[in-house]
Protein backbone atom coordinates (compact mmCIF):
# COMPACT_ATOMS: atom_id res chain seq x y z
CA UNK A 1 0.00 0.00 0.00
CA UNK A 2 1.51 3.57 -1.12
CA UNK A 3 0.11 6.25 0.78
CA UNK A 4 0.75 10.19 -1.02
CA UNK A 5 -0.39 12.79 1.47
CA UNK A 6 -0.86 16.52 -0.18
CA UNK A 7 -2.64 19.92 0.88
CA UNK A 8 -0.17 21.15 3.27
CA UNK A 9 1.00 24.81 3.19
CA UNK A 10 0.71 28.08 4.89
CA UNK A 11 -1.83 29.63 6.38
CA UNK A 12 -2.95 32.36 9.15
CA UNK A 13 -4.11 31.16 12.69
CA UNK A 14 -7.65 30.69 12.23
CA UNK A 15 -7.31 29.77 8.96
CA UNK A 16 -8.49 26.26 7.06
CA UNK A 17 -6.76 23.94 5.26
CA UNK A 18 -7.95 20.35 4.24
CA UNK A 19 -5.39 17.85 3.39
CA UNK A 20 -5.55 14.56 1.35
CA UNK A 21 -4.48 11.33 1.44
CA UNK A 22 -4.83 9.27 -1.61
CA UNK A 23 -4.43 5.19 -1.28
CA UNK A 24 -3.49 2.89 -4.00
CA UNK A 25 -1.71 -0.58 -4.61
CA UNK A 26 -3.24 -3.59 -2.56
CA UNK A 27 -5.97 -1.37 -0.53
CA UNK A 28 -8.60 -2.24 1.31
CA UNK A 29 -11.63 -0.26 2.46
CA UNK A 30 -11.61 -2.49 6.19
CA UNK A 31 -8.14 -0.66 6.70
CA UNK A 32 -8.15 1.88 9.61
CA UNK A 33 -6.83 5.15 8.78
CA UNK A 34 -4.87 7.74 10.55
CA UNK A 35 -3.17 11.11 10.94
CA UNK A 36 -0.26 11.89 12.97
CA UNK A 37 1.72 15.29 12.87
CA UNK A 38 5.39 15.60 14.41
CA UNK A 39 7.10 19.71 14.99
CA UNK A 40 10.55 20.67 14.40
CA UNK A 41 12.25 19.12 17.33
CA UNK A 42 9.45 17.09 18.78
CA UNK A 43 7.97 13.50 18.32
CA UNK A 44 5.59 12.44 15.81
CA UNK A 45 1.98 12.53 17.91
CA UNK A 46 -1.62 11.12 16.75
CA UNK A 47 -3.90 13.54 15.77
CA UNK A 48 -6.82 11.39 14.04
CA UNK A 49 -8.03 7.74 13.27
CA UNK A 50 -11.11 6.85 11.22
CA UNK A 51 -12.31 2.95 11.01
CA UNK A 52 -12.58 1.32 7.82
CA UNK A 53 -16.01 2.38 7.54
CA UNK A 54 -15.58 6.07 8.52
CA UNK A 55 -18.54 5.67 10.83
CA UNK A 56 -15.72 5.34 14.29
CA UNK A 57 -13.37 8.40 14.64
CA UNK A 58 -10.91 9.05 17.17
CA UNK A 59 -9.56 12.76 18.07
CA UNK A 60 -6.47 13.62 19.75
CA UNK A 61 -7.55 16.40 22.99
CA UNK A 62 -5.88 19.03 21.13
CA UNK A 63 -8.13 19.26 17.75
CA UNK A 64 -11.55 17.87 18.86
CA UNK A 65 -14.10 20.17 17.30
CA UNK A 66 -11.32 21.94 15.26
CA UNK A 67 -10.33 18.85 12.85
CA UNK A 68 -12.27 16.51 11.15
CA UNK A 69 -11.27 13.03 9.73
CA UNK A 70 -13.21 11.49 6.96
CA UNK A 71 -12.77 8.80 4.27
CA UNK A 72 -13.89 7.78 0.85
CA UNK A 73 -13.30 4.36 0.27
CA UNK A 74 -14.83 4.37 -3.46
CA UNK A 75 -11.71 6.73 -4.39
CA UNK A 76 -9.65 5.27 -1.47
CA UNK A 77 -8.84 8.55 -0.20
CA UNK A 78 -8.70 10.40 3.50
CA UNK A 79 -9.03 14.09 4.00
CA UNK A 80 -8.33 15.82 7.67
CA UNK A 81 -10.48 19.06 7.55
CA UNK A 82 -8.49 21.49 9.95
CA UNK A 83 -10.31 24.57 10.90
CA UNK A 84 -9.20 27.33 13.56
CA UNK A 85 -5.69 26.80 13.20
CA UNK A 86 -3.27 27.72 15.68
CA UNK A 87 0.18 28.11 15.09
CA UNK A 88 1.24 25.29 17.27
CA UNK A 89 -0.36 22.79 14.56
CA UNK A 90 2.71 23.73 12.51
CA UNK A 91 4.18 20.55 11.36
CA UNK A 92 4.75 17.60 8.96
CA UNK A 93 1.36 15.56 8.54
CA UNK A 94 1.43 11.92 7.44
CA UNK A 95 -1.20 9.33 7.14
CA UNK A 96 -1.03 6.49 8.21
CA UNK A 97 -2.88 3.04 7.33
CA UNK A 98 -3.40 0.13 9.42
CA UNK A 99 -4.16 -3.25 8.56
CA UNK A 100 -5.40 -4.31 12.26
CA UNK A 101 -8.65 -4.06 13.69
CA UNK A 102 -9.85 -0.57 14.82
CA UNK A 103 -10.05 -0.74 18.65
CA UNK A 104 -10.32 2.90 20.07
CA UNK A 105 -7.87 2.53 23.34
CA UNK A 106 -4.70 1.73 20.91
CA UNK A 107 -5.46 3.60 16.81
CA UNK A 108 -3.30 6.56 18.64
CA UNK A 109 -0.33 4.67 18.37
CA UNK A 110 2.38 5.13 15.94
CA UNK A 111 3.23 1.31 16.28
CA UNK A 112 -0.10 0.32 15.33
CA UNK A 113 0.08 1.43 11.28
CA UNK A 114 2.12 -0.75 9.06
CA UNK A 115 1.57 1.99 6.04
CA UNK A 116 2.88 5.57 5.99
CA UNK A 117 2.56 8.61 3.50
CA UNK A 118 5.35 10.84 2.85
CA UNK A 119 4.12 13.55 5.24
CA UNK A 120 2.46 17.28 3.96
CA UNK A 121 4.08 20.48 5.50
CA UNK A 122 1.67 22.83 7.56
CA UNK A 123 2.79 26.22 8.58
CA UNK A 124 0.25 28.36 10.94
CA UNK A 125 1.64 31.71 11.42
CA UNK A 126 0.39 34.25 14.24
Known amino acids: VQLQACGGGLVQAGGSLRLSCAASGRTSSSYYMGWFRQAPGKEREFVAA????????RYADSVRGRFTISRDSAKNMVYLQMNSLKPEDTGVYYCAGSEGRFLYTIVDRITEYGYWGQGTQVTVSS
Open 50 to 57: TSGSGYTT
